[in-house]
């Protein structure tokens, strides 16, 4: 027969466990969560946490009972040193049976009857007075349309507070999946099908999200951001992207960078209204109001576009933009190019 563990070791090993679960509590209390679930921003992520709620509460209370009850009987019926031999053999129980099925099955349709009915609400036709937005996922950048609006950008969503956005999710490529976690999601971008969603932000506020379905090299480096806005900011952003960029002037930088632009490569990729219409990369009319680039690894400062252009591989591994071979100069006049484009 093998030696039981003493009651030191038993207790040491108990404590070690605790420690470790200790941790991963107070990881939970982080300040810094920007990507949680747990503080949903709209109805819709209301819907969600009420059932991830009444599921964790109902497993926590099935749990305590169960596992009581089991530490109960151990207790109470273990072997006493004066017993030997097996214990009177006992088989079958129809009402005991009985019970322990129905009630999983009560709590199993406890949860079926909400959870149907927020799949119905979530799927169902977007409110009349919803903004459109199209939003296409690529390998690895987000591109969002607004078809009423007339106006497209990239990784940066801009939305008006308050208005509910009617989300088109296509895929230009493979699957990805659109995923703004504290305002809702996370729903899959299907080539060649057109995914529904839709939410209204309750708060002004800048909120990361990120690709959520594995689609290739640089799926960790797929984010995005959303910029929930006031109506009168909203409005003023819309204005500003519809607005046809100025023509730099005469001898400056920009004017050099910009037929850089015009003569190499980035026309057949790139769109830049008046000058090309490439679709193969975002749309860069107003790439100099964004604040961040190549969807979301980097800020957009002139050093990180400059590094941006130099080699994009080397910031983005798999980047379908590829190395161009640009000289300093060149670098420097799209650079100074790009970010006079507001
Ligand atoms: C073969 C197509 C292709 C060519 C040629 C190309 N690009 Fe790109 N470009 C892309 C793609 C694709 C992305 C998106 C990369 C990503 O985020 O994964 C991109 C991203 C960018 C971005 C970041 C935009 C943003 O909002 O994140 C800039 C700026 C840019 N390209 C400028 C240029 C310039 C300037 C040239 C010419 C010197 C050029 N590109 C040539 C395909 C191309
Ligand atoms: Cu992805």
Redesign the pocket.
């Known amino acids: 027969m093998s030696k039981l563990p003493s009651r030191a070791s038993v207790f040491r090993r108990v404590l070690v466990a605790l420690g470790g679960l200790l941790i991963l509590l107070l990881a939970a209390c982080a300040q810094e969560s920007p990507q949680t679930t747990i503080d949903p921003q709209t109805a819709f992520g209301d819907d969600i946490q009420y059932l991830l709620k009444l599921t964790f509460f109902a497993a926590v209370g099935v749990f305590i009972l169960v596992e009581g009850f089991l530490i109960f009987v151990v207790f109470r019926y273990r072997a006493h040193a004066s017993e030997t031999g097996a214990p009177a053999q006992v088989h079958g129980n129809t009402r005991l049976e009985v019970i322990w099925t129905i009630i999983p099955a009560v709590m199993l349709i406890g949860i079926a009857v909400p959870t149907t009915r927020i799949i119905f609400d979530t799927q169902a036709p977007a409110p009349k007075d919803s903004l459109p937005v199209t939003v296409i996922g690529h390998q690895?950048?987000w591109e969002f349309q607004y078809p009423t609006l007339g106006v497209t950008t990239?990784?940066e969503l801009h939305l008006p507070v308050g208005q509910t956005a009617a989300f088109s999710l296509e895929s230009a490529d493979v699957q990805h999946s659109f995923w703004l976690p504290r305002l809702g999601g996370k729903r899959d971008v299907i080539p060649n099908h057109v995914n529904e969603l839709w939410w209204a932000a309750r708060d002004v506020g800048t909120t990361p999200g990120q690709c959520a379905q594995y689609c290739g090299t640089?799926h960790a480096n797929m984010r995005m951001i959303a910029v929930v806005q006031s109506q009168a900011d909203f409005s003023q952003w819309v204005q500003a992207q519809k607005a046809q960029p100025a023509q730099p002037p005469d001898g400056s930088a920009a004017a050099a960078g910009r037929a850089v632009?015009a003569r190499?490569?980035?026309i057949?990729?790139?769109t830049v209204e008046g000058v090309s219409q490439g679709k193969?990369?975002?749309d860069?009319t107003h790439?100099g109001s964004?604040t961040i680039?190549?969807?979301g690894i980097i800020s957009n400062t002139p050093e990180d576009?400059a590094r941006?252009?130099k080699d994009?591989p080397a910031v983005?591994p798999g980047?379908?933009?590829?190395n161009?071979h640009?000289s300093d100069d060149d670098v420097n006049a799209?650079v100074a190019y790009?970010e006079s484009l507001k």
């Open positions: 690895w950048w990239a990784n640089s632009f190499s490569a980035c057949g990729c790139h193969v990369g975002p860069l790439v964004r680039l190549a969807a576009m941006w252009l994009p983005k980047s379908l933009m590829p161009l640009l799209l790009l």
